[in-house]
């Protein structure tokens, strides 16, 4: 079930709002993912708003160059990537997400490594 969430960097230079079903939560083995080690939550392009702090964003994008991983300027904190697999929706840092225990997800554990 979709529900409305409210997220930020660390410093709170960004904040952003998405639409999300947060039962379905992952982690993914490619190279950056492993090292940065959030779990994330999905959301179409459409059902993400950001809210404040767009010039404090930050693009960070390797290999095929397709994916756009979003860092804040501040603080270094990743935010969500635009997705290369499924271009149609963002994978969001939960850990960024108000009221969001990250304890209680079950994340899937899916391949991004293109292998």
């Known amino acids: 079930m979709l529900k409305k969430y409210t997220g930020s960097c660390h410093c709170g230079a960004v904040r952003f709002t998405i639409m999300s079903d947060i039962s379905q939560s992952a982690v993914c083995d490619c190279s950056l993912c492993r090292r940065r080690g959030s779990v994330m939550v ?3 392009y459409e059902h993400l708003s950001i809210l404040q702090g767009q010039d404090a964003l930050t693009v960070y994008s390797f290999n095929t160059m397709i994916a756009k991983h979003y860092f804040c300027k501040v603080c ?40």
């Open 42 to 44: 999905r959301c179409h």
């Open 76 to 115: 270094g904190v990743y935010t969500f990537h635009k997705m290369r697999k499924l271009p149609d929706l963002y994978a969001v840092n939960a850990g960024c997400l108000e009221d969001v225990n990250l304890f209680a997800l079950q994340p899937e554990f899916i391949q991004g490594s293109l292998k």
